[in-house]
Nanobody, 115 residues
Framework: QVQLVESGGGLVEAGGSLRLSCAAS????????MGWYRQAPGKQRELVAV???????NYVDFVKGRFTISRDDAKNMVYLQMNSLKPEDTAVYYC?????????WGQGTQVTVSS
């Protein structure tokens, strides 16, 4: 069974930074895709950034230039460095990992950006 555990969320002022981490445990050692989604109150869950095993990244437009995704496949970790945070970045951030046949989600970590 695969588990994804996020950490690093919290409260930060606008313009500040946070670094989210996600540790994957279980029998799968190499995920095709690892990344981050977020869900704000009253909104649907949306893609933030993903990175595939080959290193290709995909960012949603509203975080480009501010957020950076990285992964350490030896440790089965994925990170999200978030800079220049805005109040509209406030959401629960979910770690995501997928193989060719299955997808997995973490429990989420709250990020709150005050104005």
């Amino acid at each position: 069974q695969v588990q994804l555990v996020e950490s690093g969320g919290g409260l930060v002022e606008a313009g500040g930074s946070l670094r989210l981490s996600c540790a994957a445990s279980g029998r799968i050692s190499n995920f095709n895709v690892m990344g981050w989604y977020r869900q704000a109150p009253g909104k649907q869950r949306e893609l933030v950034a993903v990175k595939n095993y080959g290193g290709r990244t995909n960012y949603v437009d509203f975080v480009k230039g501010r957020f950076t995704i990285s992964r350490d496949d030896a440790k089965n970790m994925v990170y999200l460095q978030m800079n220049s945070l805005k109040p509209e970045d406030t959401a629960v951030y979910y770690c995501y990992a997928a193989t060719l046949s299955s997808a997995y989600w973490g429990q989420g970590t709250q990020v709150t950006v005050s104005s």
